[in-house]
């Protein structure tokens, strides 16, 4: 037997795991880079010498990008949440508050 023989093979990441870990890198980036889009198309798109407003492709792009948005900072506050909980248990208590917080924040009229 050589040694050649006796290496185990590369460990493969599972497919879902791979599609997983290239979404939430996607959203990271979307997170960290909508706003700066968002000032950037409405440059691009209003005719400042008119007067006039925002166009409506750049108001759609507030309205659907803002939700995107919205859904990937609850994923990244979510995926931190549980990475911080598996190494430290006291987690669990401060997301139980910060949790009852935002609730409250929606709930408040």
Not at 23 to 51: K, N, P, R
Not at 66 to 94: N, Q, S, T
């Amino acid at each position: 037997m050589t040694i050649e023989s006796q290496e185990a093979p590369p460990r493969q990441l599972p497919q879902s795991s791979i599609f997983r870990r290239v979404a939430f890198w996607i959203a990271v980036v979307w997170f960290c880079s909508f706003h700066v889009l968002w000032v950037l198309i409405i440059v691009l798109t209003t005719d400042f010498d008119a007067d006039a407003g925002p166009s409506l492709s750049a108001l759609l792009f507030l309205v659907f990008g803002g939700l995107a948005w919205l859904v990937a900072a609850y994923w990244i506050y979510d995926e931190l949440f549980r990475m911080a909980e598996a190494r430290w248990p006291a987690a669990k208590g401060i997301r139980a508050v910060l949790s009852s917080l935002l609730k409250s924040f929606l709930h408040h009229h």
